[in-house]
Protein backbone atom coordinates (compact mmCIF):
# COMPACT_ATOMS: atom_id res chain seq x y z
CA UNK A 1 0.00 0.00 0.00
CA UNK A 2 1.94 3.09 -1.12
CA UNK A 3 0.24 6.47 0.21
CA UNK A 4 1.51 9.76 -0.72
CA UNK A 5 3.91 11.29 1.77
CA UNK A 6 1.72 14.21 2.57
CA UNK A 7 -0.73 12.06 3.65
CA UNK A 8 1.94 9.84 5.53
CA UNK A 9 3.06 13.25 7.25
CA UNK A 10 -0.82 13.62 8.26
CA UNK A 11 -1.03 10.69 9.85
CA UNK A 12 2.09 10.38 11.67
CA UNK A 13 0.77 14.02 13.04
CA UNK A 14 -2.38 12.55 14.25
CA UNK A 15 -0.97 8.95 15.41
CA UNK A 16 2.11 11.26 17.95
CA UNK A 17 -1.23 13.48 18.79
CA UNK A 18 -3.23 10.31 20.01
CA UNK A 19 -0.01 8.80 21.58
CA UNK A 20 1.02 11.71 23.21
CA UNK A 21 -3.13 12.47 24.56
CA UNK A 22 -3.06 8.49 25.63
CA UNK A 23 -0.53 9.31 28.04
CA UNK A 24 -1.91 12.06 29.34
CA UNK A 25 -5.35 10.59 30.06
CA UNK A 26 -3.97 7.58 31.60
CA UNK A 27 -1.99 9.62 34.48
CA UNK A 28 -5.12 11.50 35.07
CA UNK A 29 -8.40 10.61 37.25
CA UNK A 30 -11.75 10.82 34.74
CA UNK A 31 -13.38 13.89 34.67
CA UNK A 32 -9.73 15.90 35.93
CA UNK A 33 -8.05 17.00 33.12
CA UNK A 34 -8.30 19.77 30.28
CA UNK A 35 -6.18 17.99 27.36
CA UNK A 36 -6.57 13.80 26.42
CA UNK A 37 -6.71 11.85 23.54
CA UNK A 38 -8.97 14.04 21.28
CA UNK A 39 -7.60 17.15 21.90
CA UNK A 40 -3.75 16.36 21.54
CA UNK A 41 -5.11 14.41 18.23
CA UNK A 42 -5.99 17.68 16.89
CA UNK A 43 -3.33 20.13 18.03
CA UNK A 44 -1.54 17.30 16.31
CA UNK A 45 -3.55 17.66 13.19
CA UNK A 46 -3.74 21.17 13.69
CA UNK A 47 0.11 21.64 13.41
CA UNK A 48 -0.10 19.45 10.26
CA UNK A 49 -2.36 21.16 8.19
CA UNK A 50 -1.07 24.56 9.36
CA UNK A 51 2.85 23.82 8.45
CA UNK A 52 1.73 22.55 5.06
CA UNK A 53 -0.07 25.85 4.14
CA UNK A 54 3.14 27.52 4.88
CA UNK A 55 5.68 28.63 7.82
CA UNK A 56 3.26 32.18 7.85
CA UNK A 57 0.46 30.11 9.03
CA UNK A 58 2.38 27.37 11.03
CA UNK A 59 3.43 30.82 12.98
CA UNK A 60 0.01 32.46 13.31
CA UNK A 61 -1.23 28.46 14.48
CA UNK A 62 1.44 28.50 17.12
CA UNK A 63 0.76 31.62 18.00
CA UNK A 64 -3.38 30.50 18.77
CA UNK A 65 -2.18 27.56 20.52
CA UNK A 66 -0.22 29.63 22.64
CA UNK A 67 -3.35 32.18 23.97
CA UNK A 68 -5.77 28.93 24.08
CA UNK A 69 -3.59 27.45 25.98
CA UNK A 70 -2.68 30.44 28.46
CA UNK A 71 -6.30 30.71 28.97
CA UNK A 72 -6.63 27.43 30.20
CA UNK A 73 -3.70 27.55 32.04
CA UNK A 74 -5.03 31.19 33.33
CA UNK A 75 -8.42 29.56 34.22
CA UNK A 76 -6.86 26.17 36.32
CA UNK A 77 -3.89 27.51 37.96
CA UNK A 78 -5.72 27.38 41.30
CA UNK A 79 -6.70 24.06 41.24
CA UNK A 80 -3.27 22.41 39.16
CA UNK A 81 -0.24 24.75 39.12
CA UNK A 82 1.77 22.69 37.04
CA UNK A 83 2.39 23.17 33.49
CA UNK A 84 3.11 20.31 32.04
CA UNK A 85 -0.65 19.45 30.13
CA UNK A 86 0.62 22.86 28.69
CA UNK A 87 3.86 22.10 27.87
CA UNK A 88 3.34 19.02 25.88
CA UNK A 89 -0.17 20.30 23.73
CA UNK A 90 2.11 23.18 22.83
CA UNK A 91 4.70 20.47 22.10
CA UNK A 92 2.31 18.28 20.09
CA UNK A 93 1.45 21.66 17.99
CA UNK A 94 5.33 21.64 17.12
CA UNK A 95 5.50 17.93 16.77
CA UNK A 96 2.59 18.19 14.06
CA UNK A 97 4.59 20.09 11.81
CA UNK A 98 7.64 18.54 11.71
CA UNK A 99 7.07 15.13 9.31
CA UNK A 100 6.75 17.87 6.69
CA UNK A 101 10.40 18.44 7.22
CA UNK A 102 11.30 14.86 7.77
CA UNK A 103 8.87 12.13 9.47
CA UNK A 104 12.00 10.68 11.83
CA UNK A 105 12.49 13.64 13.47
CA UNK A 106 8.96 13.67 14.50
CA UNK A 107 9.30 10.28 15.74
CA UNK A 108 12.32 10.86 17.92
CA UNK A 109 11.13 14.36 19.24
CA UNK A 110 7.47 12.42 20.34
CA UNK A 111 9.54 9.37 22.40
CA UNK A 112 10.73 11.97 25.10
CA UNK A 113 7.81 13.41 25.36
CA UNK A 114 5.86 10.54 26.11
CA UNK A 115 8.54 9.52 28.42
CA UNK A 116 8.41 12.67 31.02
CA UNK A 117 4.67 12.78 30.18
CA UNK A 118 4.46 9.22 32.00
CA UNK A 119 7.51 9.21 34.41
CA UNK A 120 5.53 12.24 36.86
CA UNK A 121 3.42 9.81 38.67
CA UNK A 122 6.69 7.50 38.81
CA UNK A 123 9.26 10.74 40.05
CA UNK A 124 6.45 11.82 42.37
CA UNK A 125 5.79 8.81 44.25
CA UNK A 126 9.34 7.91 44.67
CA UNK A 127 10.03 11.34 46.09
CA UNK A 128 6.73 11.21 48.63
CA UNK A 129 7.65 7.14 49.22
CA UNK A 130 11.24 8.65 50.33
Avoid at 61 to 76: E, F, P, T, W
Avoid at 98 to 109: A, C, G, K, R, V
Wanted: glycine share 12%.
Amino acid sequence: MNLPEETLSFLTAMGVGFLIGIVRERLHQPGAMMAGVRTHTVAGLMGAVAFSLGSMIFGVALAIAGILIGVGYYKSYTKDPGMTGEVSLMMTVLLGGLPFIQTIWQQHWALPLRFFCFSKNHCVNSVKSY
